[in-house]
Protein backbone atom coordinates (compact mmCIF):
# COMPACT_ATOMS: atom_id res chain seq x y z
CA UNK A 1 0.00 0.00 0.00
CA UNK A 2 1.20 3.58 -0.42
CA UNK A 3 1.88 5.57 2.72
CA UNK A 4 -0.62 8.73 2.70
CA UNK A 5 1.39 12.13 1.55
CA UNK A 6 3.01 13.75 4.39
CA UNK A 7 1.13 16.73 5.55
CA UNK A 8 2.27 20.28 3.41
CA UNK A 9 4.52 22.45 5.89
CA UNK A 10 2.10 25.28 5.10
CA UNK A 11 -1.72 24.68 4.27
CA UNK A 12 -3.58 28.02 3.15
CA UNK A 13 -7.41 27.06 2.78
CA UNK A 14 -9.57 28.95 0.74
CA UNK A 15 -8.64 31.89 2.78
CA UNK A 16 -10.07 35.88 2.49
CA UNK A 17 -9.20 38.97 3.40
CA UNK A 18 -10.15 42.63 2.79
CA UNK A 19 -9.13 46.40 4.25
CA UNK A 20 -12.92 48.12 4.37
CA UNK A 21 -14.63 47.23 1.49
CA UNK A 22 -11.26 45.71 -0.55
CA UNK A 23 -11.23 42.46 -0.87
CA UNK A 24 -7.92 41.85 -1.54
CA UNK A 25 -7.54 37.80 -1.02
CA UNK A 26 -10.34 35.41 -2.55
CA UNK A 27 -10.63 32.10 -1.10
CA UNK A 28 -7.24 31.77 -1.90
CA UNK A 29 -5.58 27.91 -1.27
CA UNK A 30 -2.32 27.06 -1.73
CA UNK A 31 0.13 24.35 -0.31
CA UNK A 32 4.29 24.72 0.60
CA UNK A 33 5.85 21.28 1.39
CA UNK A 34 8.13 20.54 3.27
CA UNK A 35 11.63 21.68 1.50
CA UNK A 36 10.46 23.10 -1.59
CA UNK A 37 10.73 26.49 -2.64
CA UNK A 38 7.30 28.01 -3.91
CA UNK A 39 6.69 30.83 -5.74
CA UNK A 40 3.56 33.10 -5.62
CA UNK A 41 3.90 35.64 -8.50
CA UNK A 42 1.49 38.44 -9.91
CA UNK A 43 1.18 42.21 -10.72
CA UNK A 44 0.51 44.86 -8.58
CA UNK A 45 -1.89 44.94 -5.89
CA UNK A 46 -2.42 41.21 -6.70
CA UNK A 47 -2.45 40.36 -2.95
CA UNK A 48 0.92 39.22 -2.35
CA UNK A 49 1.88 41.06 0.48
CA UNK A 50 -1.69 40.88 2.22
CA UNK A 51 -1.01 37.23 1.99
CA UNK A 52 2.58 36.98 3.35
CA UNK A 53 1.12 39.71 6.60
CA UNK A 54 -2.05 36.73 6.73
CA UNK A 55 0.16 33.74 6.89
CA UNK A 56 2.84 36.15 9.18
CA UNK A 57 -0.52 37.18 11.52
CA UNK A 58 -0.47 41.02 10.90
CA UNK A 59 -3.34 40.94 8.63
CA UNK A 60 -6.71 40.02 9.60
CA UNK A 61 -8.28 36.98 7.98
CA UNK A 62 -12.15 37.23 6.60
CA UNK A 63 -12.42 33.64 5.95
CA UNK A 64 -11.17 30.43 4.92
CA UNK A 65 -7.93 29.19 7.58
CA UNK A 66 -3.79 28.71 8.04
CA UNK A 67 -2.93 25.51 8.75
CA UNK A 68 1.45 24.96 9.96
CA UNK A 69 2.59 21.59 10.21
CA UNK A 70 -1.32 20.38 11.12
CA UNK A 71 -2.14 22.89 13.35
CA UNK A 72 -4.24 25.43 12.70
CA UNK A 73 -2.31 29.12 13.61
CA UNK A 74 -5.58 31.68 11.68
CA UNK A 75 -5.83 33.28 14.92
CA UNK A 76 -2.29 32.58 16.50
CA UNK A 77 -0.65 35.33 17.44
CA UNK A 78 2.30 36.72 15.54
CA UNK A 79 4.70 36.17 17.95
CA UNK A 80 3.53 32.68 18.32
CA UNK A 81 4.28 32.02 14.76
CA UNK A 82 7.61 33.13 14.71
CA UNK A 83 8.24 31.08 17.70
CA UNK A 84 7.06 28.13 15.86
CA UNK A 85 9.51 28.58 13.09
CA UNK A 86 8.00 31.35 10.52
CA UNK A 87 10.11 34.52 10.01
CA UNK A 88 9.36 36.85 7.33
CA UNK A 89 11.96 38.78 5.47
CA UNK A 90 9.84 42.12 4.39
CA UNK A 91 9.40 43.70 1.09
CA UNK A 92 11.40 47.37 1.30
CA UNK A 93 13.82 45.32 3.77
CA UNK A 94 13.43 47.46 6.84
CA UNK A 95 16.70 46.26 8.45
CA UNK A 96 17.72 48.42 11.02
CA UNK A 97 20.01 51.25 9.25
CA UNK A 98 21.44 52.83 12.85
CA UNK A 99 22.76 49.58 14.15
CA UNK A 100 25.56 47.33 13.05
CA UNK A 101 25.16 44.78 10.30
CA UNK A 102 26.02 42.05 13.13
CA UNK A 103 23.08 43.95 15.70
CA UNK A 104 20.52 43.37 12.73
CA UNK A 105 21.64 40.05 12.43
CA UNK A 106 21.99 39.28 16.52
CA UNK A 107 18.18 41.20 16.55
CA UNK A 108 16.84 38.20 14.13
CA UNK A 109 17.88 35.77 16.63
CA UNK A 110 15.63 37.84 19.79
CA UNK A 111 13.47 34.91 20.99
CA UNK A 112 16.82 32.26 21.25
CA UNK A 113 18.78 31.87 24.47
CA UNK A 114 21.52 29.31 23.04
CA UNK A 115 24.10 31.82 22.77
CA UNK A 116 26.56 29.64 21.03
CA UNK A 117 24.42 28.88 18.90
CA UNK A 118 23.65 32.56 17.60
CA UNK A 119 27.65 32.97 17.29
CA UNK A 120 27.66 29.92 15.04
CA UNK A 121 24.75 30.88 13.18
CA UNK A 122 26.04 34.52 13.05
CA UNK A 123 29.03 32.79 11.62
CA UNK A 124 27.27 30.66 9.31
CA UNK A 125 25.30 33.84 7.43
CA UNK A 126 29.16 35.79 7.04
CA UNK A 127 29.72 32.53 5.14
CA UNK A 128 26.81 32.40 3.27
CA UNK A 129 27.03 36.37 2.39
CA UNK A 130 30.52 36.82 2.36
CA UNK A 131 29.69 40.70 1.55
CA UNK A 132 28.21 41.26 5.19
CA UNK A 133 31.09 39.40 6.96
CA UNK A 134 33.30 42.57 5.45
CA UNK A 135 30.47 45.18 6.85
CA UNK A 136 29.68 43.78 10.09
CA UNK A 137 30.41 46.83 11.63
CA UNK A 138 29.06 49.32 9.13
CA UNK A 139 25.71 50.82 9.96
CA UNK A 140 23.22 49.06 7.95
CA UNK A 141 22.22 52.03 6.37
CA UNK A 142 25.50 52.28 4.85
CA UNK A 143 24.96 49.25 2.98
CA UNK A 144 23.88 48.88 -0.32
CA UNK A 145 20.06 47.83 -1.60
CA UNK A 146 21.86 44.55 -2.48
CA UNK A 147 23.57 44.33 0.59
CA UNK A 148 20.24 45.35 2.79
CA UNK A 149 18.43 42.83 0.99
CA UNK A 150 21.46 40.15 2.09
CA UNK A 151 21.21 41.24 5.45
CA UNK A 152 17.45 41.22 6.05
CA UNK A 153 17.48 37.66 4.98
CA UNK A 154 20.14 37.00 6.91
CA UNK A 155 18.30 38.32 10.04
CA UNK A 156 15.46 36.49 8.92
CA UNK A 157 17.55 32.89 9.16
CA UNK A 158 19.12 33.84 12.23
CA UNK A 159 15.80 32.69 14.07
CA UNK A 160 16.39 29.08 12.84
CA UNK A 161 13.16 28.88 10.99
CA UNK A 162 11.34 26.18 9.09
CA UNK A 163 9.43 28.15 6.87
CA UNK A 164 11.01 31.55 5.46
CA UNK A 165 8.68 34.33 3.80
CA UNK A 166 10.40 36.06 1.29
CA UNK A 167 8.61 39.36 0.43
CA UNK A 168 9.74 40.78 -3.27
CA UNK A 169 13.62 39.80 -2.77
CA UNK A 170 14.88 40.75 -6.29
CA UNK A 171 13.16 44.34 -5.70
CA UNK A 172 15.09 47.52 -6.94
CA UNK A 173 18.36 45.19 -7.40
CA UNK A 174 20.59 45.36 -10.37
CA UNK A 175 20.58 41.59 -12.12
CA UNK A 176 23.80 40.79 -11.14
CA UNK A 177 22.29 41.00 -7.56
CA UNK A 178 19.22 39.33 -8.63
CA UNK A 179 21.77 36.37 -9.22
CA UNK A 180 23.49 36.36 -6.09
CA UNK A 181 19.58 36.55 -3.96
CA UNK A 182 18.60 33.74 -6.36
CA UNK A 183 21.56 31.58 -5.71
CA UNK A 184 21.80 32.31 -2.29
CA UNK A 185 17.74 31.51 -1.84
CA UNK A 186 19.28 27.92 -3.77
CA UNK A 187 21.41 27.22 -0.81
CA UNK A 188 18.86 28.28 1.49
CA UNK A 189 17.07 25.07 0.41
CA UNK A 190 19.61 23.03 -0.04
CA UNK A 191 20.16 23.39 3.58
CA UNK A 192 16.76 22.09 4.64
CA UNK A 193 14.45 25.38 5.06
CA UNK A 194 11.42 25.52 3.55
CA UNK A 195 10.95 29.07 1.00
CA UNK A 196 7.57 30.37 0.30
CA UNK A 197 8.68 33.61 -2.13
CA UNK A 198 6.77 36.31 -3.08
CA UNK A 199 7.84 37.83 -6.52
CA UNK A 200 6.72 40.57 -9.21
CA UNK A 201 9.71 39.15 -11.05
CA UNK A 202 8.44 35.88 -12.16
CA UNK A 203 11.31 34.51 -14.25
CA UNK A 204 13.45 35.01 -11.34
CA UNK A 205 11.07 33.00 -8.96
CA UNK A 206 10.02 30.38 -11.16
CA UNK A 207 13.39 29.69 -12.52
CA UNK A 208 14.24 28.52 -8.89
CA UNK A 209 10.80 27.28 -7.68
CA UNK A 210 9.18 23.32 -7.40
CA UNK A 211 5.87 25.00 -7.44
CA UNK A 212 4.06 28.33 -8.35
CA UNK A 213 1.13 29.83 -8.13
CA UNK A 214 -0.21 33.09 -10.35
CA UNK A 215 -2.32 35.32 -7.80
CA UNK A 216 -4.38 38.12 -9.91
CA UNK A 217 -6.99 40.42 -7.96
CA UNK A 218 -6.64 37.96 -4.89
CA UNK A 219 -7.46 35.02 -6.47
CA UNK A 220 -5.11 31.98 -7.88
CA UNK A 221 -5.67 31.37 -11.10
CA UNK A 222 -2.97 29.04 -12.00
CA UNK A 223 -0.44 27.01 -10.60
CA UNK A 224 1.84 24.39 -11.55
CA UNK A 225 5.95 23.43 -11.41
CA UNK A 226 8.08 26.44 -11.83
CA UNK A 227 9.06 25.09 -15.48
CA UNK A 228 5.12 23.99 -16.26
CA UNK A 229 4.57 28.20 -15.77
CA UNK A 230 7.76 29.37 -17.29
CA UNK A 231 6.23 27.61 -20.49
CA UNK A 232 2.76 28.28 -20.02
CA UNK A 233 1.76 30.76 -22.76
CA UNK A 234 -0.84 33.08 -20.40
CA UNK A 235 1.96 33.16 -17.97
CA UNK A 236 4.11 34.54 -20.84
CA UNK A 237 2.30 36.62 -22.29
CA UNK A 238 1.31 38.54 -18.84
CA UNK A 239 4.26 38.11 -16.89
CA UNK A 240 7.21 36.62 -18.48
CA UNK A 241 7.10 39.89 -21.44
CA UNK A 242 7.18 36.86 -23.71
P1 LIG B 1 2.68 44.92 -4.69
O1 LIG B 1 3.54 44.01 -5.46
O2 LIG B 1 2.40 46.22 -5.36
O3 LIG B 1 3.07 45.05 -3.23
P2 LIG B 1 0.70 43.00 -3.90
O4 LIG B 1 0.39 41.89 -4.83
O5 LIG B 1 1.59 42.71 -2.76
O6 LIG B 1 1.23 44.23 -4.71
P3 LIG B 1 -1.15 43.95 -1.91
O7 LIG B 1 -0.23 44.99 -1.39
O8 LIG B 1 -1.36 42.74 -1.10
O9 LIG B 1 -0.71 43.52 -3.38
O10 LIG B 1 -2.57 44.65 -2.21
C1 LIG B 1 -3.74 43.93 -2.58
C2 LIG B 1 -4.92 44.88 -2.67
O11 LIG B 1 -5.20 45.45 -1.40
C3 LIG B 1 -4.70 46.06 -3.61
O12 LIG B 1 -5.93 46.36 -4.23
C4 LIG B 1 -4.29 47.18 -2.68
O13 LIG B 1 -4.65 48.43 -3.23
C5 LIG B 1 -5.10 46.86 -1.44
N1 LIG B 1 -4.42 47.33 -0.22
C6 LIG B 1 -3.18 46.96 0.19
N2 LIG B 1 -2.89 47.54 1.36
C7 LIG B 1 -3.96 48.29 1.71
C8 LIG B 1 -4.28 49.13 2.81
N3 LIG B 1 -3.41 49.30 3.83
N4 LIG B 1 -5.49 49.74 2.81
C9 LIG B 1 -6.37 49.56 1.80
N5 LIG B 1 -6.13 48.78 0.73
C10 LIG B 1 -4.95 48.15 0.68
Same mark, same amino acid.
Given at each position: MIPPAPA?? #??????????????? #??? !??LEVGEGEIVALVGGNGAGKTTLLRAISGVQPVSGGAILFKGADITRARPHARVAAGIAQ @? =??????? *??? @? &???? %???????????? *??AEDT???FTMFPALKELRERPGGALSGGQQQMLAI? /????? /? =? &???? #??? =??MGLAPV? !?????????? #??????? !????EQNAFAALSIADRGYVLET?? !? &??? *? @? *??? %???? =?? &?? @??? %???
Open positions: PM #LRIDRLSSRYGRIQA #LRE !VS @S =PEGRQIF *GEL @S &VADN %LRLGAYLRRDYA *GIERMA /RALMG /R =P &VLLL #LDE =PSL !VDQILAAIAA #LKAAGTT !VFLVGS !V &VVQ *G @S *GRE %LLTN =PD &VQ @SAY %LGV
